[in-house]
């Protein structure tokens, strides 16, 4: 099936079996292998990605439901010249980031958040990464980063 969407901003046309997984279109078909896959049930938040502003898990989305979609993945993150975004900077200087993992999605549920004008509170920045699982950071270092950002002017 052919399926027209937008990926990064950049219109994209697939031919794929409907039911394939996004994730998998992702990383294999584009080659924007920044989404990760951890469990492939949905339950860590590894291939977390932006389906039409929301946070979704790209290991459950099949290609059929995202005819006509915007999609950003991380690599949608950075500036147009190639700079890393102010999110991604904080999470680099920060320590949000250790073996990498979750980074791709964690990223992707702050960014979700940010865009949705969440602010710095602790509470509220953990419930806008509660589908996401890291098991190296404790969460101390990504709601720092994430935190930062959002309290930061302009």
């Not at 992702?26 to 049930?41: M, S």
């Not at 991380?74 to 993992?101: P, Y």
């Not at 791709?104 to 806008?128: K, S, V």
């Not at 589908?131 to 930062?148: D, F, M, P, Q, V």
Request: aromatic share 2%; proline share 4%.
């Amino acid at each position: 099936m052919s399926i027209r969407c937008r990926v990064n901003g950049e219109p994209v046309e697939l031919e794929v079996p409907g039911m394939r997984r996004l994730l998998d279109a992702l990383r294999e078909d584009l080659r924007l292998t920044g989404t990760k896959e951890g469990c492939g049930e949905g339950e860590c938040g590894a291939c977390s990605v932006l389906l039409d502003g929301l946070v979704v898990d790209a290991c459950l989305v099949p290609m059929c439901q995202v005819e006509g979609a915007d999609i950003r993945t991380v690599e949608g993150l950075a500036e147009t010249d190639g700079r890393l975004s102010a999110l991604q900077r904080s999470f680099l200087e920060r320590g949000g980031a250790q073996c990498g993992i979750c980074t791709p999605g964690m990223l992707m549920a702050a960014q979700a958040y940010l865009e949705a004008g969440g602010g710095p509170e602790d509470e509220a920045i953990r419930e806008a990464i509660a589908g996401n699982l890291c098991r190296c950071t404790g969460y101390t270092r990504i709601i720092e980063s994430i935190a930062a950002v959002a309290d930061a002017p302009g």
